[in-house]
């Protein structure tokens, strides 16, 4: 069998991150031995692992097991099963609560902090997990902001609605028994009330994803659940990167470049009527995989 140049071990779970670091560093060593490759890439490493694996590969001049080794942190500090757990946890909070739940979260963990544990006991990447809360924190509050807005926005045409409508009323019961003339006035005056009861009910309805790589996406989990059930969001995403590799020529009409120098994907989307050039991170891409999913349960309730 042929020896593949380069690969990469992609450590999700949090079972694996919470090994000691010895049966850590044995777990790879034989994950390399198996692997049979020249250069191997760990990715996913959390932040609280990201020294312990730095020192064994430098003791080790780079090279384990006769292979070079290197390391790819998460962007956030937590380990990749994290990132999804707490997103699925901001995702499923109610919008009206969100902020509240959140600022209770950051305190929790802020008192964990505080705590003084046994050498070995303390919560892991509790750091990592603040910095995380603490961002979705600012988005939480802006989407109040822009709620509010709405929200005011919406009771001031409401109020307008309503005042041109009763002005509409008292003048078609003074035109009811007039001339023939003065009657085609109050039918454009009743038209003009459907325009209105229209315009309320303007983007109410549900929205399409136009978005060729959320379609492409969400198109791709569908046939892989088709064939195979329902796999984690990371699998998928993984798997459709070597699909689209696979079958290029497929996308070639929307993809530029699968990976970039910033190991991001580069596309083509049409926002207003106008091309533009997109990119992707394939480190956070299992997001649209949940975002594709989360889209076809709201078509379906519609549906129903």
């Given amino acids: 069998m042929d020896q593949k140049k380069e690969g990469t071990f992609i450590k999700d779970q ?18 390399l031995k198996k692997s049979r490759w020249d250069k191997a890439i760990i990715e996913g490493v959390p932040e609280d692992k990201v ?6 590969i430098k003791k080790n001049k780079g090279k384990i097991e006769g292979i070079e080794v290197s390391i790819k942190p998460t962007l956030t500090g937590l380990t990749v099963e994290e990132e999804e757990l707490f997103e699925n946890e901001y995702s499923s909070m109610l919008t009206v609560d969100r902020t509240k739940l959140i600022k209770n979260k950051i305190e929790r963990i802020q008192i964990n902090l505080a705590t003084e544990y046994i050498a070995g006991s303390e919560p892991p990447r509790t750091g990592a ?5 603490k961002q979705k924190l600012k988005k939480a509050k802006a989407q ?28 078609s019961l003074r ?16 038209e003009a009330g459907h325009k209105i009861e229209a315009h309320d009910k303007r983007g109410k309805g549900p929205r399409m994803d136009k978005d060729p ?5 969400g198109k791709f989990d569908k046939y892989m659940i088709s064939q195979s059930g329902k796999h984690s969001a990371s699998e998928v995403a993984r798997w459709f990167e070597s699909h689209i590799i696979k079958n290029l020529e497929e996308y070639e009409y929307f993809i ?4 970039n120098e ?16 997109m990119t992707a991170s394939w480190e956070h891409m299992y997001k649209r995989v949940y975002r594709a999913r989360n889209n076809r349960k709201k078509e379906a309730k519609i549906k129903k």
Avoid: C, H, P
């Avoid at 822009?146 to 009323?169: D, F, G, P, Q, V």
């Avoid at 910033?262 to 050039?277: C, F, I, S």
């Fill in 175 to 190: 035109l009811q028994n007039v001339t023939k003339e003065k009657k085609g006035i109050y039918k454009k005056l009743e």
């Fill in 256 to 259: 530029i470049n699968v990976r």
């Fill in 213 to 217: 790589l959320n379609l492409s996406i």
């Fill in 51 to 56: 020294l312990i694996l730095q020192n064994w």
């Fill in 129 to 133: 997990q603040l910095r995380w809360w």
């Fill in 14 to 31: 949090n079972s694996f991150w919470a090994m000691s670091d010895d049966d850590l560093i044995e777990f790879l060593k034989e994950d």
């Fill in 262 to 277: 910033d190991d991001n994907l580069e596309y083509w989307k049409t926002v207003r009527g106008e091309r533009k050039k």
């Fill in 144 to 171: 109040d902001m822009s709620n509010a807005l709405r929200l005011k926005r919406a009771i001031k045409t409401t109020r307008e609605n309503i005042k041109t409508t009763k002005k509409y009323i008292r003048s």
